[in-house]
């Protein structure tokens, strides 16, 4: 073990990212609760008391985008070392070439999306206080685990398949998660692996173990979210404008038709109350709608809100609108609903879905609305914004508007 004194030990986070994926593909930049997984990655390690430097190695222009983006340091993996067959231990020795001074080296996956800054540091805290040389997350484990030989037979591995003891009565056994280890810098550089001398087992919430291998792990991961994040929802701090689209976020998204084919649509009074409140807070507001029509335009009127309507690439749009405001889109809140809003998703700091959202709106949006579309969610996110004084109980049924120009 490195003998440099403790308050002035580096604990460097190497975060290995690769562009390829073949299970995946574009598996780190996939959004889990509407933030790429590479950046969950980043943000576990930089809440983590611990580390005092986190690297991403990739290959990848994008993958390096995001990471720099969420404050790693991106160090380019060269292509010997990002190959299908490249080790995660390869990536982080090269990392350590660009940190020698480095102490202690934590190796962090970000394809354990839950993994948490308390999980990275009770990993970290194992070798830099606890005397380990290595240490790695783990989850306590009681399955019976089995194997099937050649013949096909079923054998126990670690049990006697004829003896069945209670969980109580045998030994703990865990189950390594993948998400997290940590090594002595010095004893990594000499035995190029991440297991050497004493390791130290860190359990952590088996309720949050879970690996992205697979499009199925990953809509696993995707449907946890909601459950398993700290549901995030931004303050006014964090936002300085707000984006909405309108049917389905502003309406129920139905529409009724006259018999001469006039489109009527009903919207919801208290979003016109929250919407009057972030414009008096001085937020930059605008409707943006796929949809030409004049109901779009009249309620726009109404909320003395511009609108962008007619559009068929609403992110392009957005992005020449906050480049003629000069917003910077990490501080946009983008309210919206389905698909075709995807890509507004992906340009903004805040992509927030309204509770009845299409399945991948809901799995994209980094917030999640309790109130559907129509029924009072841009009031509360006006709430989350402004305060509490705006939250309400929405009336059971939105406010019936008989002409579009109401």
């Not at 986070?13 to 930049?29: F, T």
């Not at 160090?75 to 202690?104: C, K």
Request: net charge negative; hydrophobic share 45%.
């Amino acid at each position: 073990m490195s003998t440099a004194p403790q308050a002035r030990r580096k604990v460097l986070a190497v975060i290995p990212a690769r562009g390829g994926s073949k299970g995946v593909p574009g598996k780190n930049l996939a959004p889990v609760g509407g933030v790429p997984l590479v950046v969950r990655a980043v943000r576990a390690c930089l809440a983590a008391r611990y580390v005092t430097d986190v690297a991403v190695s990739t290959d990848d222009p994008a993958i390096a985008g995001a990471a720099g983006g969420a404050g790693a340091d991106v160090v380019v993996r060269p292509a010997a070392i990002a190959g299908d067959t490249a080790t995660s231990e390869a990536a982080v020795l090269h990392a350590l070439e660009r940190h020698p001074d480095a102490h202690v080296v934590l190796l962090v996956q970000c394809t354990s999306p839950f993994l948490t800054g308390e999980d990275v540091d009770a990993v970290a805290a194992a070798v830099v206080e606890g005397g380990a040389d290595t240490a790695v997350a783990v989850a306590p484990f009681h399955g019976f685990v089995w194997r099937e030989s050649a013949d096909r037979d079923g054998e126990g591995l670690g049990h006697d398949k004829a003896f069945r003891p209670r969980r109580q009565d045998r030994p703990q056994d865990f189950l390594e998660t993948g998400a997290a280890y940590a090594m002595d810098a010095e004893g990594f550089r000499t035995h190029r692996h991440r297991f050497f001398g004493h390791t130290a087992l860190v359990p952590t919430d088996p309720a949050r173990v879970l690996e992205i291998d697979d499009p199925h792990d990953l809509a696993r991961a995707r449907a946890l979210a909601p459950l398993l994040d700290a549901a995030p929802v931004p303050g006014r701090a964090d936002v300085d404008a707000v984006v909405l689209d309108f049917d389905g976020t502003q309406t129920d998204d139905r529409v009724l038709i006259d018999s001469e084919g006039r489109e009527l649509v009903a919207v919801h009074r208290g979003d016109g109350l929250g919407v009057a409140a972030l414009r008096r807070a001085g937020l930059e507001l605008l409707i943006l709608s796929t949809e030409q029509n004049p109901v779009v335009a009249a309620r726009a009127r109404k909320l003395q809100v511009p609108v962008l309507h007619g559009i068929d690439r609403k992110d392009l749009a957005l992005k020449r609108w906050c480049e003629e405001r000069g917003v910077d889109p990490a501080r946009v809140l983008y309210a919206g609903n389905d698909v075709n809003d995807l890509p507004c998703f992906s340009l903004v700091g805040w992509p927030v879905a309204v509770a009845d959202a299409h399945d991948s709106v809901r799995a994209a949006a980094r917030a999640v609305t309790a109130t559907p579309g129509g029924e009072g969610a841009i009031r509360e996110i006006a709430a989350w914004l402004l305060g509490p004084e705006l939250h309400h109980t929405p009336s059971p049924h939105p406010t019936r508007h008989n002409s579009p120009a109401q």
